[in-house]
């Protein structure tokens, strides 16, 4: 299950500086470019208030939140694709994440160096996806040359495998990301394993000042924000300075500070969650005296899937899940009252996993 997200942009964006606050981890930070060569990792608890109420009503003798790892992938330039400031191996770096989290300046400050020696949100963007779509056709015209070989013999696999590559082809020479391409769930599948860059889910985070955390407006995030909606992404809008700051902080000065601005969570909480949901990822629980969990699946697992995740032989050896969703829970305060409710539900092996579910696995040992 992929769990793991990459960190791109530009240099001088403030990928670092978020990757730090993010994981407290200390990545090498710097103003000039490729400060960064070797990607730094790190593995973030995953915010979720549900948790924190669960943990209040079962008073465990421990909690486990659910994780995702981030991963500061040096800054590309123009040119990357072609091997420029290294890019060659930031790229290949980048192929080896499941999804891109696309870091993008949106402040102006004369101390810190913009490798264009302007602020341009929009160029910026582009000159990154330009370079991820060059890389991406640089590698698919190769794979298809091997495939096309093949499928001239008339080999049915190779043949469908070949249309589906065409059909990405001529979205990237056309300068558009392989998302971009409608594609069948069959063919989805096929296009997965050519492994490209520019089919991974993406997430805009625009950087700010700290000064400019309160105000409503920002002209360089408006006009991220208009980019994304015509990709279907998301805009996560933080200060990464600011968040750095907070993350030092203890849990609860990080709240009334954030109280203090107005704010009921950090930018990096919002990130994390939509991070998570970028890909395809779902939340579910196991809760007692001796443990409140929680569990990641896939949207869309089946309840023995979903038990795999515990333990692989939960899957074979699965009987029902003992089902309550987190809202009864919260609601009544007592998970003995949503039972009395007739609101706990048995579940069989077709059950489809819903977010917030709070699930016992009754199983063959």
Known sequence: MGLNCGIVGLPNVGKSTIFNALTKAGAQMANYPFCTIEPNTGIVEVPDKRLDRLTELYKPKRTVATTIEFVDIAGLVKGASQGEGLGNQFLSHIREVEAICHVVRAFEDENITHVHGKVDPIEDITVINYELILSDLDSLEKQH???????????????????????????????????????????????????????????????????????????????????????????????????????????????????????????????????????????????????VRAWTTNVGSTGPLAAAVIHSDFEKGYIRAEVMKYEDIDRTGDPAKVKEEGKLRVEGKDYVVQDGDLIYFRVNA
């Open 145 to 291: 040359q091997r495939v096309s070989k093949t499928a001239k013999t008339g080999n049915k696999e190779a043949l469908e495998i070949s249309s589906v590559m065409e059909k990405i082809l001529d979205a990237l020479k056309k300068g558009n990301r392989a998302a971009s391409v409608p594609l069948t769930d069959d063919e989805k599948k096929i296009a997965k394993k050519f492994n490209l860059i520019t089919i991974k889910p993406v997430l805009y985070v625009a950087n700010i000042l700290d000064s400019e955390v309160k105000k409503s407006k920002n002209p360089h995030v408006e006009t991220i924000k208009e980019y994304a909606s015509k990709e279907g992404a998301e805009v996560v809008v933080l200060c990464g300075r600011f968040e750095e700051e907070i993350s030092g902080l203890e849990k609860d000065d990080q709240l009334a500070f954030l109280e203090e601005i107005g704010e009921t969570e950090s930018g990096l909480s919002r990130m994390i969650q939509a991070s998570y949901k970028l890909l395809g990822l779902l939340t579910f629980f196991t809760a007692g005296v001796e443990e």
